[in-house]
């Protein structure tokens, strides 16, 4: 059974530009997780995704960032015109409805913005 | 905002020496989870706990939820150098708002 999907494992990109982060979870599960991690810093949470659904995006910047759960297809992240300052790991996590809490992590995407 | 407190940040141990890393909040949690985390790679799940003084035990390791649901300990018998990495340890406030929060984490590591 596949765990959580993360690509790409590492980005680059220059200032101004847009990443995309793409995230395929755990089979069987319905709930996706979007969380960044700075250097010495721990993981915060930035959005939560159900199918077509955004459930709660209140650690997501209202500005630059969006977050979808297609029907078909992975969850995307995506970072438009980046800063410097979005420089970090990206963990995307899912879970079953049964057990939301029990949240299994990807390898995580590490941005490098230049 | 809750707040999970992690101590000690750093931890380095010879290997065989026991250890417990605590995990603290003011804030009641409807369950909680301790993580580890290998350097460029994601938090894998160790275990969760949901009930006020419980107890779990997975092999060498054994966690324990507070009776009050605001704090955990981990306890690790007879380290060894594998057990080296960072823990995390992560809660699900109580309201039921499925996201969690982290703790910064306790790097151990165990020497030979």
Known sequence: NAGVMQNPRHLVRRRGQEARLRCSPMKGHSHVYWYRQLPEEGLKFMVYLQKENIIDESGMPKERFSAEFPKEGPSILRIQQV???????????????????????????????? | TQLLEQSPQFLSIQEGENLTVYCNSSSVFSSLQWYRQEPGEGPVLLVTVVTGGEVKKLKRLTFQFGDARKDSSLHITAAQPGDTGLYLCAGEPQGGSEKLVFGKGTKLTVNP
């Open chain 1, 83 to 114: 800063v410097r300052g979005d420089s970090a790991a990206y963990f995307c996590a899912s879970s079953d409805s049964l057990s939301a809490y029990e949240q299994y992590f990807g390898p995580g995407t590490r941005l490098t913005v230049t």
